[in-house]
């Protein structure tokens, strides 16, 4: 519960100290609504953003069986291999704007992958086929949550980047979005990874079924159980582990919000941890985060994942705490305000 | 000229590096354009744009006399003293992101300042009034032109971001606009820093009749010399200088725009190594864009200049060229491909 336990600035104040930067009242937009951010959630007019983790946590799903990716599901394992050895897009892209990550085996499919920087939270070798069951048992998502949390309150970094991996996720996510929120099922369903027209037609009828299986609103940890992905569950537990410890958590794709508006719906308050990075191509992204009245930093046209866009929009985090820190008042550096005599 | 002259791979080479990398085809949007301009300006599948050095260009404005700003012309020499000693937006930003920062005289009023950070290139305390005639003298603008091109040149880092601090200069970029690209001025006339209703009227009914001084249009450098500020010129010059090195070249605000549109008309091929960092806020901004045929990365409804919307733009662009460099093929890292048997 952020807001009511922890002392520092008022909203008042922080915009006072905004305003009397050197830069006309306003100018800086939105970075200026991440710098009150920040500093509301650390309770200090000097946030610190300028480290960073990305967490990626891939798992495997039951229901990628049903064909509701335009990939085969050992894609999975082998984008994990790919991320452990930096070839993939978010490592090209975390190593140039300095992250650091982590990739969590949430419960990859086959046996457990041997290597020693992989961080070992495998709850098991993929989910259930959410189409017949569960897709996963009481204990395990209660372990899921955990994971999620513990990583991202043990993470030494300022800033928490989330992202995932795991063939079939999106349709895990469409689901969850509709039980949780309510938002139409049918608007929720999009093309992953670029599913054709027969793809899309099989994986929305593949959603109707299983989505019929159980009543027309759920919870949001029953819809975790039922639907989720052990990946999708861990990174609302790393949602609600970086809220608690007061550590900004961006947010990027349709994946992600799904976890976040989860962990948003467990938890109110980790809203004020939560900074949205990127609105996603994938259909239902724009309505799911007008669900959570966000607004992304960026739009790039991206639907990639691994927490791609979550990446790109820490420098802009980055930039707002340094900008309330370290940018000189008109006092302090002797510049005359609006209005002043020439 | 940079198309005629460098070697490189050709379009569609580009293109297939690019769907070659482990991602779904096109899931990076405008990260991947970003990428295919790197690759074709630096004529290499391994651009670099690790490195970055933000050029701020300063000068007063004779016109700045009859009330065109929010702010006294004081203002000018004040925000250089700032940005001097690290206490501007710009040097925050450019801290927190890596980028190194160089602070230009172009032409500040008032005698030569003394620092030895600050890169002297002062061509006048100011320019001449442009309500009465051209705002600087051929030699005058040749000398700015030359200037900016050098630096750009000669700075060692792989991109260069354009800032500008100069107190009026929305004014002269509202009348070089109209000018050379023929845009309505009201059109192009906004609040600048932030001013009110009265003081945009005077602004507008300024500009007007400084406009009717010379002729509907003008060629770039006519219309550089009659209206332009030093930091304009210098800007439209490190255009110039910029591209004839290869290097990209981010632009923000409508300032650095309008100089970029300058060095367009003058150099059409200074295009290939324009990339357009963040929309501004600034009446005018977008449709000067869409002359250029522009779509910035950025929309953060910033207005604030000194580059600001240039740096927070690095980011991107470096994330862009490492992608092309460093991630791994589908191929190289094992990956099965779209549509391969489970």
Chains 1, 2 share one sequence.
């Not at 039922?226 to 794709?253: N, Q, T």
């Amino acid at each position: 519960m952020p807001s009511s336990t922890q002392p520092g600035p008022s909203a008042a104040d922080i915009q006072a100290a905004i305003d009397a930067k050197t830069k006309p009242i306003g100018a800086l937009g939105r970075v200026e609504d991440t710098a009150v951010q920040l500093a509301r959630l650390q309770g200090t007019l000097k946030p610190k953003a300028s480290t960073c983790r990305l967490l990626i946590f891939a798992a495997d799903h039951g229901l990628a069986q049903a064909g509701v990716s335009a990939y085969p599901q050992a894609v999975t394992r082998q984008m994990v291999a790919n991320m452990l050895s930096g070839g993939a897009c978010a490592n090209a892209f975390a190593s140039a704007l300095g992250a650091i990550v982590s990739i969590v085996d949430a419960g990859v499919g086959g046996e457990a992958i041997a290597d020693e920087t992989l961080i070992d939270r495998r709850i098991a070798p993929g989910t259930q086929n959410s189409l017949s069951g569960p897709a996963m048992t009481p204990a395990q998502y209660e372990a899921a949550i955990h994971a999620g949390k513990t990583l991202a309150q043990d993470a030494g970094e300022d800033v928490i980047c989330l992202g995932e991996m795991g063939i079939g996720n999106t349709a895990s996510a469409s689901l969850l979005a509709h039980k949780i929120a309510g938002l139409p099922l049918e608007q929720m369903t999009g093309r992953g990874t670029g599913l054709d027209d027969a793809g899309l037609a099989r994986k929305t009828e593949t959603l109707r079924k299983a989505a019929a299986r159980t009543p027309k609103r759920l919870s949001a940890d029953s819809a975790l159980q039922e639907y989720g992905g052990f990946e999708i569950v861990m990174m609302a537990g790393a949602v609600l582990g970086a809220a608690s410890a007061r550590k900004p958590v961006i947010i990027d794709g349709f994946i992600a919000t799904a976890a976040a508006l989860a962990a948003h719906t467990l938890e109110p308050s980790t809203k004020e941890a939560m900074i949205f990075g990127h609105v996603s191509e994938e259909q239902g992204h724009a309505s799911l985060l007008a669900t959570l009245n966000a607004s992304p930093l960026l739009s790039l046209d991206m639907r990639l994942g691994e927490g791609t866009g979550a990446l790109l929009a820490w420098p802009i985090v980055k930039a707002a705490a340094a900008m309330l820190r370290d940018v000189a008042s008109f006092e302090s550096a002797g510049v005359s305000t609006q209005g002043s005599d020439p």
